[in-house]
């Protein structure tokens, strides 16, 4: 039973979804919220809601009716994107903001869109920020398991740590599907073995390099 969410989709006009979540808490209670917001996504192509800002909209509304009481909330991160012109609109509840690969410069940046968790407020404020993937650029979506798990020592692994080894991982050209493999990998060489103290997700999008 997790907290976490995220989703990939396509939408009617070609566009395609991407959205990862995370509830706070741990247990039964957050997976029935994630299941929650999942449930409301899914109505979109019922309701005909326009992502991100409408969807966010009713799931803000969801939440802080429903579960702000319990003291629970929801961090969100939505990205709609143009497969044919590689353009990204990224809007963001509370969620830890996303890695930009930059091909060309071999460059990070973040995708800084600062605003509160989906429930704490009655409306929220919206915060997007747009951006176009050149080729062989990349977005790293993830929850905070990873950058806070810790260590024997109690030490996490940390966002900057995060950061370096996104940027390690990616300079060295690997295939798309081993690059997640990597990142994991090096999170289990540094926490203790068993399970992990809390939910870990990565998505990972890459364009592809101009033939």
């Not at 579960?67 to 353009?87: A, F, I, N, W």
């Not at 080894?165 to 990616?170: H, V």
């Not at 060295?172 to 540094?190: M, N, T």
Request: net charge negative; glycine share 8%; with cysteine.
């Amino acid at each position: 039973l997790a907290g976490d969410y995220h989703d990939v989709f396509h939408l009617p006009d070609g566009k395609w979804v991407l959205i990862i979540g995370d509830v706070t808490g741990h247990g039964v209670s957050a997976a029935l919220a994630m299941a929650m917001a999942k449930a409301t996504v899914d109505y979109q192509s019922i309701g005909g809601w326009t992502f991100p800002g409408q969807v966010l909209d009713h799931l803000n509304a969801l939440f802080n009716r429903e579960l702000k009481p319990q003291r629970k909330y929801m961090t969100l991160g939505c990205l709609v994107l143009d497969p044919l012109s590689h353009e990204a609109e990224f809007e963001n509840a509370g969620h830890p903001f996303p890695i930009h690969f930059r091909k060309e410069t071999q460059t990070l940046e973040e995708l800084t869109a600062i605003s509160a968790p989906l429930g704490i407020r009655t409306k929220r404020n919206p915060a997007g920020k747009k951006i176009r993937l050149g080729p062989g650029d990349a977005l790293l979506f993830f929850t905070d398991g990873f950058p806070e798990c810790t260590n024997a020592a109690n030490v996490p692994f940390g966002y900057l740590e995060l950061r370096n080894l996104f940027q390690a991982t990616m300079n060295r050209s690997l295939p798309l599907e081993e690059i997640l493999p990597e990142l994991l990998a090096k999170l289990d060489a540094f926490r203790d073995p068993g399970p992990y103290p809390d939910d870990v997700t990565l998505v990972l999008l890459r364009r592809k390099m101009v033939k």
